[in-house]
């Protein structure tokens, strides 16, 4: 080749690259546009860039013929495509008017969409690469639409499931919300009965069957509730000032009937602030695990130290059967449970980390985990003194019952429902406490006070601490204006007890 003629080609070939790369750029905007609008904007876009002519997407009609269209739909507008968008529309291949200097191409659909028709009129004559520009085009935009419906079908599954889901956490949190109140009357009857001194101690010894058995079902329903609101993003803590040392001693006694559980508490431990419900289920559970996990009955270890200022740790160790090493970190994810555990027939539901990390996170803190297959574990929480201000604001509640059973399981019951609850266990310990912190009202067991109880009563109004009066029998007029509760009670009438006095007590003046 001459020189003039092999400057021609390189040039050509210039001009050749550059569409490619101009094409390519297109292609990738295309792919990455999920919404239908878009889609269009950025295919006449391009081809008018490449181009210079003008472009239009037409779309089939339902009563047949093609009109307009900015979104992919079968719009049924007025403007309709010409004899000439049919006919490409009916073709295998790219057809072209050169008077008109016109080229239009079908572009495959896939199911839902049968064939669009892309009409490019230019101002100058086409050139082969012109149309080979177009063809490229086309196809790549027929995938791109493609995409996109694959995209929206996924969406509307997503949304779909995302509602299935929403309707199956409400009925449970309904459920097990609703459990909660007979719950309570089964609790309190049968600690009632269990009292009186008509039935034989076997009898009595049913009835604490009875009620324990209740307490552990109320416990699978508060699980259940923890879940559902784990799942709706609901978990909030009530925050109190609490003594970590003392929680974990509470639960190291429970536990410690079924397994030697060494407990050591390092001097000095700070105050902390924290939910102690909350924690005292990861407690639990991290020690419930200790306990389970070294079925060899090998005593297990609890340490409770300030690690440095700011911060303090509770530290499980067991010397049971550890946890494989690749699957240490998956198990703090839900429903995870180690191969050796299942292997083993140890039986578990793989919540309770899960559980316990979403806790010890909103506390801001971390929890950890060591371990030597065969060997044991040792899980370890670490929790800043002061959490951050994630939890929301709640009522404080002091409740004074001298009926141990029953005040747990009522504290327990309304710590559950996102309220703040001190305990009282005598009067010396209610006055106490309300000279210490605000309380927004009290529950008080007068029947228990004996005479002392009108005394406590009026020094709680004296201090605009609204009451409810809770004893065996309806109170009646005799003693004053507050809501008074009969034992056992529903959850749901302690609850309207609590409003009323609440409402009283901010309605009055002073
Ligand atoms: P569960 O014990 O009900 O299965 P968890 O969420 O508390 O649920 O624990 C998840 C998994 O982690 C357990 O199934 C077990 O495989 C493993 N695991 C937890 N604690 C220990 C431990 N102390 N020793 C060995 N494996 C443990």
Same mark, same amino acid.
């Given at each position: 080749?001459?020189?003039?003629?092999?400057?021609?080609?390189?040039?050509?070939?210039?001009?050749?690259?550059?569409?490619?790369?101009?094409?390519?750029?297109?292609?990738?905007?295309?792919?990455s546009?999920?919404?239908?609008?878009?889609?269009?904007?950025?295919l006449l876009?391009?081809?008018?860039?490449?181009?210079?002519?003008?472009?239009?997407?037409?779309?089939?009609?339902?009563?047949?013929?093609y009109a307009?269209?900015?979104?992919?739909?079968?719009?049924?507008?007025?403007?309709?495509?010409?004899?000439?968008?049919?006919?490409?529309?009916?073709?295998?291949?790219?057809?072209?008017?050169?008077?008109?200097?016109?080229?239009?191409?079908?572009v495959?659909?896939s199911?839902?969409?049968?064939?669009?028709?892309?009409?490019?009129?230019?101002?100058?004559?086409?050139?082969?690469?012109?149309i080979?520009?177009?063809?490229?085009?086309?196809?790549?935009?027929?995938?791109?639409?493609r995409?996109?419906?694959?995209y929206?079908?996924?969406?509307?599954? @997503?949304?779909?499931?995302?509602? #299935?889901? *929403? %309707?199956?956490n409400d !009925? $449970?949190?309904?459920?097990?919300?609703?459990?909660? =109140?007979p719950?309570?009357?089964?609790?309190g009857?049968?600690d009632?009965?269990?009292?009186?001194?008509?039935?034989?101690a076997?009898?009595?010894?049913?009835?604490?069957?009875?009620?324990?058995?209740?307490m552990?079902?109320?416990?699978?329903?508060?699980?259940?509730?923890?879940?559902?609101r784990?799942?709706?993003?609901?978990?909030?803590?009530?925050?109190?000032e609490?003594?970590?040392?003392a929680?974990?001693?509470?639960?190291?006694?429970?536990?410690?009937?079924?397994?030697?559980?060494?407990?050591?508490?390092?001097?000095?431990?700070?105050?902390? @602030?924290?939910?102690?419900?909350r #924690?005292? *289920? %990861?407690i639990e559970? !991290? $020690?419930?695990?200790?306990?389970?996990?070294?079925? =060899?009955?090998e005593?297990v270890?609890?340490?409770?130290?300030a690690?440095?200022?700011?911060?303090?740790?509770i530290?499980?160790?067991?010397?049971?059967?550890?946890?494989?090493?690749s699957?240490?970190?998956?198990?703090?994810?839900?429903?995870?449970?180690?191969?050796?555990?299942?292997?083993?027939?140890?039986?578990?539901?793989?919540?309770?980390?899960?559980?316990?990390?979403?806790i010890?996170?909103?506390?801001?803190?971390?929890?950890?985990?060591?371990?030597?297959?065969?060997?044991?574990?040792?899980?370890?929480?670490?929790?800043?003194?002061?959490?951050?201000?994630?939890?929301s604001?709640?009522l404080?509640?002091?409740?004074?019952d001298?009926?141990?059973?029953?005040?747990?399981y009522?504290?327990?019951?309304?710590?559950?429902?996102g309220?703040?609850?001190?305990?009282?266990?005598?009067?010396?310990?209610l006055?106490?406490?309300?000279?210490?912190?605000?309380?927004?009202?009290?529950?008080?067991?007068?029947?228990?006070?004996?005479?002392?109880?009108?005394?406590?009563?009026r020094?709680?109004r004296?201090?605009?601490?609204?009451?409810?009066?809770?004893?065996?029998?309806?109170?009646?007029?005799?003693?004053?204006?507050e809501?008074?509760?009969?034992?056992?009670?529903?959850?749901?009438?302690?609850?309207?007890?609590?409003?009323?006095?609440?409402?009283?007590?901010?309605?009055?003046p002073?």
């Open positions: 080749m001459s020189p003039p003629e092999d400057a021609l080609r390189d040039a050509e070939l210039a001009i050749q690259n550059e569409r490619l790369t101009a094409i390519t750029s297109i292609a990738r905007t295309l792919f546009a999920l919404e239908p609008t878009l889609l269009v904007e950025v876009g391009g081809v008018r860039e490449l181009l210079g002519g003008k472009a239009t997407l037409y779309a089939p009609r339902p009563g047949g013929g307009v269209t900015g979104d992919l739909s079968r719009c049924d507008e007025q403007r309709c495509g010409d004899g000439f968008i049919t006919l490409a529309g009916n073709s295998d291949v790219i057809v072209i008017d050169e008077h008109e200097r016109r080229a239009a191409v079908k495959a659909g199911g839902r969409t049968t064939a669009f028709v892309l009409d490019v009129a230019s101002e100058t004559p086409y050139s082969s690469a012109d080979f520009a177009i063809g490229l085009l086309a196809q790549y935009f027929g995938v791109a639409v995409n996109v419906e694959l929206q079908e996924l969406a509307a599954r @997503r949304d779909a499931v995302v509602e #299935l889901n *929403q %309707v199956k !009925l $449970i949190a309904m459920m097990a919300h609703d459990f909660k =109140g719950l309570t009357a089964i609790v009857f049968a009632v009965l269990a009292e009186d001194e008509r039935f034989d076997d009898s009595r010894e049913y009835l604490g069957i009875i009620s324990s058995s209740a552990r079902l109320a416990a699978l329903a508060t699980e259940t509730l923890v879940l559902s784990l799942e709706h993003n609901e978990l909030s803590l009530a925050l109190e609490i003594d970590l040392a929680l974990v001693n509470d639960v190291v006694r429970v536990l410690g009937v079924t397994r030697a559980i060494d407990l050591r508490v390092s001097t000095g431990m700070p105050k902390m @602030r924290g939910d102690a419900a #924690l005292r *289920q %990861v559970n !991290l $020690i419930g695990n200790a306990i389970k996990y070294s079925p =060899g009955g005593p270890d609890v340490a409770v130290r690690p440095e200022a700011g911060r303090v740790e530290a499980v160790r067991d010397r049971g059967i550890g946890i494989p090493e699957e240490r970190t998956k198990l703090f994810s839900r429903f995870a449970r180690a191969s050796n555990a299942r292997a083993l027939g140890i039986g578990g539901t793989g919540f309770g980390l899960y559980l316990a990390r979403t010890v996170d909103l506390h801001g803190g971390r929890i950890s985990v060591d371990s030597s297959e065969g060997r044991g574990s040792t899980f370890r929480v670490v929790l800043p003194v002061q959490p951050p201000q994630r939890a604001a709640t404080r509640l002091v409740l004074l001298s009926d141990g059973e029953a005040r747990s009522v504290a327990h019951a309304l710590r559950e429902d309220y703040a609850v001190s305990v009282a266990a005598n009067a010396n310990d006055v106490r406490l309300v000279g210490e912190a605000h309380f927004d009202a009290a529950l008080v067991d007068v029947d228990r006070l004996g005479s002392q109880a009108e005394a406590i009563v020094q709680l004296e201090r605009h601490v609204p009451v409810v009066r809770i004893g065996l029998h309806r109170s009646g007029e005799t003693n004053g204006a809501p008074s509760l009969a034992k056992p009670f529903l959850m749901k009438d302690l609850y309207a007890a609590l409003d009323t006095a609440v409402s009283q007590a901010s309605g009055s002073g």
